[in-house]
């Protein structure tokens, strides 16, 4: 037996109305929740010249689907990810918009590949961005923004995973210093991996890797290993940005994780929902270039609900607000029950079956009766 | 002077928060009034393979911005209009689901080039179609949903252009036969070349230029123009379809309108809104392919808001609404603002500034003080 050919290329699909829906619902609920913050929405193109989606990363650029422009004669991509349009967004039309500066975005993303971990190559991005500040009152109010969001949206309770991405350079090059280059060191740390520490004669490294785990406990560990005090701030920090979330989320730290945290500064946070594998969300801190000799400092998370939406996240049940008007009813009384958020279906024939187009109710004579 | 590089490829653009946001509000008022009348939404994926989107028609593939799938192999394109993928939903994912399917829909297309008229290449695409049946309770439907939709989002009054793209056939076919390809001569009624017709021999057509304008001045024409009675089923049609929305639509007729229309089976229509020169949406009846020999029937609508919300549509002041909440503010207060509606701004240094954040209100002991 040959199989037909596939309708769609790998990685893009349709979603149908209880997926659609819900994707709707979950956005809305998203994006509300970050505009009662004050988090203004924007909404960049689906594509943009090569140049600004990846610049000259070479790890960026690997990853996006390009196309000649037959316009402009130069190369443009689909955006694999919103965040960076929003800082190009912040630092140009709104480059002088008072700071610190509150956006928000909600839209597909296209990846070149797609991952064995997630097969879609579209998926759903929704974020924010405070622009103007990567203060801890900045970092704060994100977290709390992205948790705010998520409990509107009905996921959760979720984990929340601090990392401080610069806390191996603060070490390094204050009481611990290290013989091999500090990206070296990152990694191995990142990699969880004691041999590899002792190899590189870093071993005075090695307590760092037992202050992961509960916020509380990875804490208390880090804490009786900055015996010099560099780390203070950061740990203050850290206690700063988790105290208004304490009882919504549950608190990790893992302070040398590394790992999709490459353009963050000092602080960032995984977000993960218990039972999905898969990384749901992330934020920190970084900097958006600003020509070539500036940068301005930011904070901000991105979410990708779509893996939580297959699951059943935003259903619900339609069939119960479902009303069939046969052949004839009146338009007036129709109206009204649209007013009321009722969906009706409408008779075009006699043909036409009220259960077979899904609707729980029909209008008799005196109104709604089941159907 | 040099002019600075653009920023973004011509024909694509940044949606400012005035504009993101509007955008956002007349999208949920128009899927939200689709929804009301049983129409389930669906997301096709931003790019398929060219066939699926484009076919065997070179009109429409010359119009596909194109790239090679590195993953495929394949040449895909980006949508240019959503219309056909809903199609392609209806007749394989819901192949089997009962008929009539009603399915909505809304988001970005892309085309190639981009018109003098509308600049941009990337806009909006909302709109409805009913699958199974393309019957004239199935088209006055299609209208009314559109007309409510359009209601809902605040766009309106609107113009509705009928016409009738098969009636230069059926009366070709019938009583006024001629000597050229039917297609010549829909050519020269649609320029309305009086003269043109002439040379063609057409001189009995030249009445139906006449039949153009007003709705009831024109349907008059028209039946006084068919004095076999081929054109009865038609005009009996069009009075059934308008019925339902005199005194919500100013309503127009130009029976041998084909620009547009070339899809069309029987019926067709323009939305214009007084005072906006282009075409705001349009829509009718029309014929989904089915494998290689079968066709099924359907009626729908699309359209295209972006031009009205660029001219203030969906727009509201947010700024009354807003309120700034100063360093040590209560978070249950903040929380219980953002409840009720509000946008909260929370201050994160003694910097920020209630006013220049674009708050009308700030926080002050006793609740809400203008700021």
Known sequence: MTKAPALLPEGLRDRLPAQAEATSRVTRALVDAMRAHGYGRVSPPLAEFRETLGGDDDRLTRDLLRFTDPVSQRTLALRPDITRQVGRIATSLLAGAPRPLRLCYAGQVVKLR????????????????????????AAREIVTVAIDALDAAGIGPVTIDFTLPDVVELLANGPLPVAVPVEELQGELDAKDAGALARLGAEAYLPLLRATGPFDQAIAELRAFDTTGVLDARIEALEAIAAPIRGRATLTLDPTERHGFAYQSWFGFSIFVPGQGDIIGRGGSYAIPVGEDREEAAVGFSLYPDPLIDEGLGGEDDAERRIFLPLGHDAAIAAGLRADGWQT?????????????GCGFTLGPDGPVEA
């Not at 279906?345 to 077979?356: E, Q, T």
């Open 114 to 137: 797609a991952s064995q971990l997630r097969p879609a190559r579209e998926m759903l991005q929704v974020g924010a961005e405070l622009i103007g500040s990567d203060s801890v009152a």
């Open 345 to 357: 279906v409408a008779a075009l024939s006699d043909a036409d079956d009220a259960r077979a187009l």
